[in-house]
C-alpha cells in the first residue's frame, strides 16, 4: 500500500494531524523504552547508574543530534523534490544522502570514541559513577552508525509523507529493547551495559525496518546513476544538514556545561535531575512530531510554491501545539510525582526522598513553561522546510549562551533552582528569535 502523503492539496489541519499521530505514538514508543531502560536501571542496578546515565546524558545525545541534524536537512531537500514532482531530482537526492551520512557517521564514530575519556573528564563526572558512565557511553556512541541508520532511513519515509512505517519500525524497536534490557540487567546480570547494547540493537531493529519499506517503494529506490559525482547537490545537501547539526551540537555543549555543574552535587540530585530529564522525551513527544510534520508540509508546498498554503499550515500547527502543550503539562503536574519515583531506588529513604522532591520541582518547571517549547519546535521546522537552516543555528546559540549563563550563575551561588530556570529561559529566547524570523520570511513570500 502506498503510505506517501501529498500534503500540497487539502485542509492543512487534517494534513498535519494525519501526518503527526503516528510520529507521535511512535515518539511514544521510543520514550516508553526510554523510560523503562531508566526504571531498569535504576531499580536493578541502582542509583548510582541512575546518576550515571543523567551525567552522560548530553554527550551521548550530542551525538544522536548530529545524525538527526544532517539527515533532517537532507530529507528537507527530499521534500521539496517531492513537492516538486521531480521524482528523479528526489531519487538522486535520497542516493548521494545515503552517501554522505555513510561519511559523516564514520566521522562521528572515530570522533566520539577517541575522545571518550575527555568528554567524561570535561563532564566532571564523579569517580564512583565514573565505571557506569564509561561503561554505558562507550556501547551507545559505538552505535553511532546504528543512528544514522535509522534516521537516515526514516527520514526518506517522512519527506515524501510516509509517518506511518517509522511508527511500525519504533513499536518493534521498542518492544525488543525492553525484552532485552530485562534479559541483560535481571537474567544475565549485565548491569549498564546490558542496557546500551539492548539500545542499539533496538535502532538497528529499526532502521531495517524502514529500510526494507525504501527498498519496496519504487518510487525510493535508486540506482547507480544516481550516485553519479553531483558536487553542486552535495554542497546544498551539506547547506541544510550542517547548520542543523551544528545547531544541535551547540545545544548539546551547552547542555553538557550544565550537566558538569549539575555533577557538582550530591547523588540523589544528580538522580532526580536524570529521572526528570529522561521524560523530557515525554513532554517532547508532540512537539518533535508536529515539528517533523510541518518541515514535510512546508518542504513539499514550499517546493510546489504554495507560498499561502505555508501560512495557512503554520498557524494550524501553532495552534495545536500550544493546546497539546497545555494538556500534557497538566497531566504532568498531576500525576508527575508518581511517575518520576519509578526510577528512583535507594536503600536510604532520605536519598529517594530528596532525589523525587528534585525530580517533580525541575518536572512542575518545564511542565508550566510546555508551550514556549512547543512553539519554538513549530516556528524552527516551519523554518528548514523553506530551506532556512542558518536561523535555527541562531537559535541554537541563543539556547547556549542561556544555559551557559546560567550554569555559570549556580556554580557560583550553588542556587540549583538556577539550572531550571535556565532551561526554560533558553526556550523563550530561542522561540523570539524564531518566530521573529518565521513571520518576517512569511511576509517576503507573500511579497
Partial sequence: MNRNLNMTKGHPAGLLIRFALPLMFGNLFQQLYTVVDTAIVGNGVGMDALAALGAVDWLNWMFLAICQGFTQGFSVRMSQKFGEGNEDGLKRTIAVSARLAVWIAAVALIVALSGLPLFLKLLRVPDDLMPYASSYSGIILAGIPAMMYFNYCAGVLRSVGDSRTPLIAMIVASLTNIVLDCIAVFALNWGIAGAAAATVLAQVLAGTVCMVKMLRTPQLRFGKRHLARDTALVKALMALGAPLAAQFVIIAVGGMAVQSVVNRFETSFIAGFTATNKLYGILEIAASSYGF?????????????????IRRGTNWAVLLSVLTAMLIGAVMILFGRNITMLFIESEIRELEIAAGNV??????????ALPVLYLLHVYRAALQGMGNANIPLWSGIVEFVIRVGASVIVGVTLWQD????????????????????YYRMAAKLDK
Avoid: K
Avoid at 303 to 309: K, P
Avoid at 418 to 430: L, P, V
Fill in 293 to 309: 510534520a510541518v518541515t514535510t508540509y512546508t518542504g513539499q508546498n514550499y517546493g510546489a510554491s504554495l507560498w499561502e498554503r
Fill in 359 to 368: 525530580a517533580f520541582r525541575y518536572l512542575c518547571f518545564m511542565s508550566l
Fill in 418 to 437: 538556577g539550572i531550571f530556570w535556565g532551561e526554560i529561559g533558553s526556550w523563550i529566547g530561542a522561540a523570539i528569535l524564531l518566530s521573529i524570523a
